[in-house]
Structures are given as C-alpha cells and as structure tokens.
C-alpha cells in the first residue's frame, strides 16, 4: 500500500505515521524548520499551545511551593568538567561559543545543554544553613543538545523546557520532591494534555547522567511507540559535591545538601500531536487547544450577514465565559474551512447557517465523537441562547473522552508478558511488562533485536520476581519493567 | 561626606546613586552576576518582577491583536551580513558558536543580538499575498550582546525581553503600529511601573542599526538621568528588501512589504528600580511587586499565637481577594523585619501583635507616604474586618502617589532652554528641551562637552524653531528636542 496523499495534502497516519507527523507539523502551521540544522520556529499556532501548557504546568510549580528565576545560557566550559558522569553524558551534543565580536575567548563558553553546573555554583552561595532549605527553584528556558535526526518538537537542537532544581537536608526530604513533581507530571499529562501516563522509575542504564535515580512519564503515541514526557531525577550529593554546595546543621555541622532536578519540554507537544491525532489532522485537548470552538457562518451575498453578526456576537460572549472561541470569517468555501480546522485539531466546530439562525440553533460537530453514515462527525442541534452555558461542559466531556480513548489505547496494547517470542510480537505494537535481570547488557541485547528499550519500572505495581524474559536469570526491582520502542 | 552604608548595609541613594544602586540590587536578592563576564542571574525576587510586567505587557500586545510565536536563538553568520547598518551596529557585539562536539562548524552561527534577520527570513517564506498582511507577532526571548561595561539589569550581556516584528502593506500601516505599540509602551510604563514616561522620536544619530525611523519612551530616574525604556522602530523596506519579504497586491503586482520591530526588556526593571528608590531601599510600585503587604505578627511566647495565626488568616483570604499577600513568620525582631520588607520596596506592611488583636485592628504603614515625627512612615489602623476590603483600593492609590511623585520629580528637573550656559547646568540635573540643529557633528560635540545626549524629539510638542542652543544654526525637526545623560 503506497503512501497517498488525503485531501487535506497530509499522508494519512494509518498509512505511514513518520510521513504523517512530518507534514502535519508543517501543514497544520504548528512549526517550522529554522536555518541552522535541526532548529525549529514555533510558529504562532504551536507556540500558543506551549503558552497554555507552560501557564497550567507553571501554576502546578506553584501550587508546591516553587518560584522562578533565571540562569545565564553561557557556562564557563570548566562548570560542565566538574560532575564526571554528566560531562561523559553532555559532551558530545556541546554548542560552544569561542569568539565574541572579533575577539577569541579565553575560555570558551558552553550554551547550557541543562542547567545543574551553572544553579549549583549560585545554590553553593546561596545556602549557608538548614534554614535556607529546601530551596525550590524553577527556570523556563532555552537549552542546546547536538541532534544527529533531528525532528521538529521530538528532537531539535535548540527546545524550549522547564527545568527545576531544589536542594534538601537529605535523601527522604529530596525524594519527596522528585515524587511530587512525577505526581504532578502525570496529573498535568492526564487532566490538562489527556494523556494518561505509565509512570515508573528508569533502570540504571536509562538514567540522567549524574542522577542517582530517575523518574518518568511515558505515554503511549498512535503506533504503539511510547514517548518520554517529563523526568524527575535525584542527585543524592553528587552536584552538591562537585559544586560545594554545603550547609550548617542543627547540629552546627557541614553537610552536602541532598539535590534534584526535573523538566518537561516542547517536546510534550509533540506527544499531544502522536497520542491523539487521527488521518484527518491534530486532534487537540481542549485544555490545550489555542481554538477550543470555530464559528463557521455560512450564507452568500446579503444572506451571510445576518450569520457573521451573531457568529461574532456568540464569539464574544463565550470569550467573556472564558472559552477560547474564533469565527472564521474568510472568503473560502464551507468545506474547505470544515477541512482546515478538522486538520488543526479544533475540538469543537459550529456551523451557523440563515435557516439555523431562524431556527434559534446553531450545528455544532465535534473532532472527535460519533460518526454520521457518511463517516463525518455527526452534527448536534445547540440551541443559541444554550451555547454560552453548555460549551464548557462539552469541552469538559471532550476532554474526558480523549482521556478514556487514550487509555483504552493503550491498555489494549499492553500485555504482560513472560516468554521472549510474545516479548517480540508485543513491542511491535506497544508495551510489555515484564521481569528482568536488570543487567545493561541484557538491555542491550533486547534492544538490538528487538529496537525496544525498558521504559520504566513499574514501581506502583505489585511486587513480583522471576526469571528475566531475556536470559532467564533472577529479576531485578522486585517489579516488572515496561518495555517498548521509544521515540 | 563619604559614602558610608546605612543599617541596611546600603550606601543612602542621597550619597552615591551608583554604589546604592551596585549594592541595593545584591542585597534586595534581585539578582546576582553570573560567571561568564557580564552575565545576570535573576533571583526569585527579581524574576518575579520580570514576570508580573511580562504578563501585564504581554495582555496588551494580545489585546492590541499580536501573537506570540518562538524563533531560533543561532542565527547562521551570513544572515546578519545581509542588512548593511544592521552588520555595522551589531558586528562587535555578537557572540559566536564555531564548535559543535569536537567538530568545529562550516558556517559559524551567531547568538541573536535581536531577531530581524532570522524573522525576516521566515516572513519572506510565509507572506505571498496582501491577504497575509499586517502579520503581528511578537517574541518573549533571551538575547546577547557584548558589554564593555556591565551592570545588572541596565547592561548585561544576555538579557530577556520581547520583540515585536510586523509586516505591512505600505508606509501609513507599519507607521500606524509603530505608534500604536509606542503608546503602549507609555501606557503600560505608567500604569503599571508607575513612570510617566518623555515619549518621543530619536534623532538620526540614535536610530536603531536598519531603521528608518525610532521613538522612544524615556524615563528620568532619582539622579535625574534618563533611561531609555522601550524602543519601536519603523524599518521602510529595507530588511523586506534584504530578505525578500514580498506580497502580491490586490493588482496581482509584487510590492516589498513594510516592516517594524519593537522592544522592552529587563533593563525596565533597572528603571524601576532607579525611577522609585530611596536611601531605605527599593520602592516597587504595587502592580510590579512580588508581595505588594507583608504582614508581621507580633508577640512572643504564647501571645505570638493568636497574632500569627490571624496573620495567616488575613493572608489567605486577601491572596483569594487577588492581593499578593505574605505572612513574615520568620524567628527575627520585628525591627529587622521592618528593615528587610523597606530594604525590598514591599508597598504596605501591617504589623498585627496581641493588643491590636484585641482591639480589632491591624497597623498598616507605607512604604512611602506620610512620615510621623521621627521619620518613619506613619501607620493607620486598619480595621481587621476592613483589611480585605480596603487593601485594594490602598494599593491603588499607593501607585498613583508614586506616578504623581514620579511626574513632579521630572518635570522639577525639565526646563525650556535656549542658551548654552543654562543647558550645561540643566542637564547635569535632568532634561533640557532645546532647539538643535540635528547634525550629527553638533550632537557629538554636545556629548563631549556635557555627557548629554538627544533623548528624544518631542513630536507631541507645539511646532517651533530658531537657532541651534549649540551651534546657532538653523533648528530642524520643527520641534524641540530633550537633551540628558542618560543610563
């Protein structure tokens, strides 16, 4: 089956989801390639889909207790030497300045591929005693990682991201805070993105480089493919050590403060674009969505003023209600229009028509919902003096459908599994959980012939030990282990 | 008189307005220097500033119809080459990436210094038709330039701010944004930072590097020196021209479109500070501050108790009244807590102990009003049954003093001059509106003499003109023009 083109210029996902994703992100006006290999320009419809996730997750940071500030971009190349696992992680995707105006610099400056080096060095005069922690810091910035395939919002150079840093008395009190912040992860990903996660903890072979245990979220994209969605990790005193960050006790001692780090990024767009979208375009949560209802009036010459002006009127007062509401009042046909905003994923579309208007109602058809016999989104009858109150429990209910579809999904691709010839039919298309021996070479193995990876230990599932799938030595964890192909 | 710190470990601002305002910055916890040569770490206290102004700033470029989109930080080389002015202004200033990895690059990328090039680039690509026109979009990002001289907030080598680029059919439609976004930015200078602000055009000598025309806000600050605010300038063609931004007119003829870009950045924090601060610390104006009262209960033993806990009382409900409120619970005196919240410009304080519990109120001191007999703001009891209600009025009213006092002060330090002698002493206390000339030469020898330079063409002024107050040539612009130091 060849890869044809639908009529929105888009090649359908069930056919080939690379070919999809890459035109759609264009298409639907989400983003751009930028000049240098593997940028990427946000265009105004994606970025304001990153404005909404960035307000919602931001009154999430300070709902617990976080603040903000911001850290320079440029860090002296030394910073980035002192913590030895993570030069070894970061070097080799390193930007570096050496030249400003037409002087060489004495020491070259990195562009910050993230943030621990250049926050410990300030936590390390900012901290003086017990008194000072916890300290709950977080940053909205740019970060710079070399990409080798690079893909818009899934791997680009430059990404825009979140990236917390907090520093503790000790281990219990640091793990507390990488515990919350996964909660709070998963709870964005599920009530604001719709995307129910599989949340665990990453194996040794998976984790940042300096962390001494990492978190994860992963959600389930449309091929079965998982997709890593925020990590929260803790540092024990690795960064503390490296940077001198110590305080005085109860006690009147020195101790190295207990770290942590955390982040999501633009790439959480991208998996709201995977998890949802169907062969007809973006399918957007509503909580996310930069147009949560389109107003399409309909009518010609004389006969579409009437429509225009109580489209704009309706706009209006939903905007007043808080719904994010537009009339599409261009001079194109109806059709093209119910195209265009069914390939930008606008949950909820109304159609505003002369007879419609007589009538008192106006149709509204929802992205995602039940289909007519022709297989187009069956059309509701709202009456007009309704919208404004019952638009936003049907943006509600849309968003719990998205919810309960995404689910469903990925519940039905996931099987446990303990022997290796189901472990192969099941990463093909989606997750299975199983028992491991957790060594990385057996990991390894795994994903040479299989290309999936361990996604995270499911550390909420019950306890559970046997022989690893693979090579058939004691489990690891004392839980099973998601497996999947990852983006 | 030496300079000698006061008991907040500050130099009074009466003393020296720059080592008051080096210290005041460290010691408020604004900001920090970063570790590469004129970098800024903006601490809580400080960034948080920078958010309340971007969300206030950012609801008025959406309300006057502007989006917000994300372009690269790495610009290749050639691309800043393209624009000849532009080169020339920003060649010694920009900060360059040759390496990759180990792998030094083909084409070296340049950090933005500001977004015209790589925007323009884009522009070209997505305008084809006049229908595509006005394109309004605005960026909130981090940008480098080069400082010989660094100082936190007014000139360090990376800062944040926004940058708005639009396109447009002809001269009259830029022309008509480039006002409109500069009574914006006087707007919101105003009413939300408390500056009422010299607006005005800028001479041909202090024009944006590729711009045809400039205005400017201007503020003047306690030593009666100027600091240019925000800046939005009218481009002609002449990026359109260098990176081919072309549209079809409604006669299916192609026609170069007209662009802008305008800009405010954390330097408008430097403004705030400097506009509103006295020997005692910061004075923040309330719609910028980060905690606009601070509540400190009194009492010890078991009498701070009850005062405590009303405290906390009173503050949840005046956060749920929209008031950023804070309870000061820390285990210090309340005299050094009254030091520390003046010290940060924090507007109201209200101190609650066991006897005005008992009495029903709470003893609310401003920042800046009133002083009793020996100095110190006076304070008002406030009913603790008003608090909610009142607060929000008090804060207002606060924020007009400080516009009122702001304004006086300005127009204190403003005259009319006409002859030399007299304009070398106005500018060494403020502005002086002359009449000039406008050539180059003239200016720079004015600069030379007295430090002063153009601020601005008044352009709301009456028409007028006559001798040149330096040279005695004939004056152009037909309106006078404000001469200061500036920042």
């Not at 007809?280 to 209802?293: D, N, S, T």
């Not at 905007?319 to 599409?328: K, T």
């Amino acid at each position: 089956m060849s890869a044809k083109r639908n009529d929105r210029g888009v090649t359908p996902l069930s056919e080939d989801v690379s070919a999809w994703y890459n035109e759609l992100v264009l298409k639907a006006e989400l983003a751009d390639r930028g000049p240098a290999k593997g940028s990427m320009v946000m265009r105004p419809y994606g970025y304001t889909i990153w404005e909404l996730l960035q307000r919602q997750l931001d009154d999430r940071f300070k709902a617990t207790g976080h603040v903000n500030a911001y850290f320079p971009l440029l860090i002296p190349e030394e910073y980035i030497m002192r913590e030895a696992d993570h030069v070894e992680g970061f070097a080799p995707e390193l930007y570096t300045v050496t030249r400003v105006g037409k002087k060489e610099l004495e020491e070259p400056l990195i562009i910050r591929p993230t943030s621990e080096t250049v926050i410990g060095e300030s936590y390390s005069r900012w901290i003086s005693s017990y008194r000072d922690l916890p300290l709950l810091i977080n940053q909205w910035a740019n970060v710079f990682r070399y990409e080798l395939r690079p893909r818009l919002f899934l791997r680009t150079t430059e990404f825009l991201w979140q990236e917390g840093h907090t520093a503790h008395v000790d281990e219990d009190d640091a793990m507390a805070e990488v515990l919350t912040i996964h909660d709070v992860y998963a709870e964005f990903a599920e009530n604001v993105a719709a995307i129910p996660m599989l949340k665990g903890e990453k194996t040794p072979g998976e984790r940042f480089a300096g962390a001494v245990r990492t978190f994860t979220i992963e959600g389930m994209m449309r091929d079965g493919k998982a997709l890593q969605s925020g990590t929260s990790h803790y540092m024990g005193t690795n960064f503390a050590t490296a940077f001198d960050i110590q305080y005085q006790d109860e006690n009147n001692e020195q101790q190295y403060a207990h770290t942590t780090s955390w982040g999501m990024s633009t790439r959480m767009i991208g998996a709201v674009i995977l998890a949802h979208g169907d062969d007809a375009g973006l399918v957007l949560p509503p909580r996310l969505a930069p147009i949560q209802m389109v107003i399409i009036p309909i009518g010609r010459g004389e006969d579409a003023e009437a429509p225009l002006a109580k489209a704009h009127e309706l706009a209006a007062d939903l905007v007043a209600a808080g719904v994010r509401a537009h009339v599409d009042d261009r001079d194109q046909s109806p059709g093209f229009k119910f195209n265009d905003w069914e390939l930008k994923g606008v949950p909820l579309r109304a159609e505003l028509g002369p007879r419609d208007l007589e009538e008192g109602h106006t149709l509204v058809a929802h992205r995602i919902g039940e289909l007519d016999e022709k297989g187009r989104p069956l059309k509701e009858k709202l009456p007009l003096d309704e919208v404004v109150a019952r638009v936003p429990g049907m943006l509600d209910a849309y968003h719990e459908l998205l919810v309960k579809r995404a689910l469903e999904f990925r519940l039905e691709r996931t099987a446990l599994v303990d022997d290796w010839e189901r472990f192969v039919e099941q990463v093909a298309i989606g997750f299975a959980e199983v028992l491991h021996c957790g060594r990385t070479a057996c990991e390894d193995d795994i994903k040479a012939e299989t290309a999936a990876t361990p996604r995270a230990i499911l550390m909420e599932s019950d306890d559970e030990s046997g022989p690893c799938v693979r090579c058939g030595q004691d489990s690891a964890y004392g839980k099973r282990v998601a497996y999947g192909r990852a983006y």
